[in-house]
């Protein structure tokens, strides 16, 4: 059964995974929108990450901003209880982040990231 989490309570739980981001890290998210949608339209996605990372940035001026989207259902639906989608929040949050990067999907999961 999924966890029951409102939205607001959700979105707010992806605040705190950004505020626990050293700042070293949060200082360089620039140009990029944080989404909570409730699920991919056509695939079974945690997160998503959509932009140029920063490691593929040379003439970016103009560009629009990346956007990071995390689904909601999808968490909700694997998790075992609140405690349990807040981890699932961070860790998706930081997969995510790790894209905007440029840190590959394999890297991310011997980080322990996905």
Same mark, same amino acid.
């Given at each position: 059964?999924? #966890?029951? *989490?409102? $939205?607001?309570? /959700?979105?707010?739980? #992806?605040? &705190? +995974?950004? =505020?626990?981001? !050293?700042?070293?890290?949060?200082?360089? *998210?620039?140009?990029?929108?944080?989404?909570?949608?409730?699920?991919? !339209?056509? $695939?079974?996605?945690?997160?998503? %990450? $959509?932009?140029?990372?920063? @490691?593929?940035? %040379?003439?970016?001026?103009?560009?629009? !901003? &990346? #956007?990071?989207?995390?689904?909601?259902? !999808?968490?909700? &639906? *694997?998790?075992?209880?609140?405690?349990?989608?807040?981890?699932?929040?961070?860790? @998706?949050? +930081?997969?995510?982040?790790?894209?905007? /990067?440029?840190? &590959? =999907?394999?890297?991310?999961?011997?980080?322990? /990231?996905?």
């Amino acid at each position: 059964m999924p #966890v029951d *989490m409102t $939205e607001a309570d /959700f979105e707010n739980a #992806v605040g &705190d +995974a950004l =505020d626990t981001l !050293p700042h070293e890290l949060a200082r360089h *998210m620039d140009n990029v929108v944080i989404l909570v949608e409730d699920q991919h !339209p056509t $695939e079974d996605l945690l997160g998503l %990450y $959509e932009g140029i990372a920063l @490691t593929e940035r %040379y003439e970016y001026s103009g560009h629009l !901003p &990346d #956007v990071i989207t995390i689904y909601r259902l !999808p968490i909700l &639906d *694997m998790s075992e209880d609140l405690e349990d989608a807040k981890r699932e929040i961070a860790i @998706t949050v +930081a997969h995510e982040i790790g894209h905007h /990067f440029g840190i &590959d =999907d394999e890297r991310l999961h011997q980080l322990g /990231f996905g």
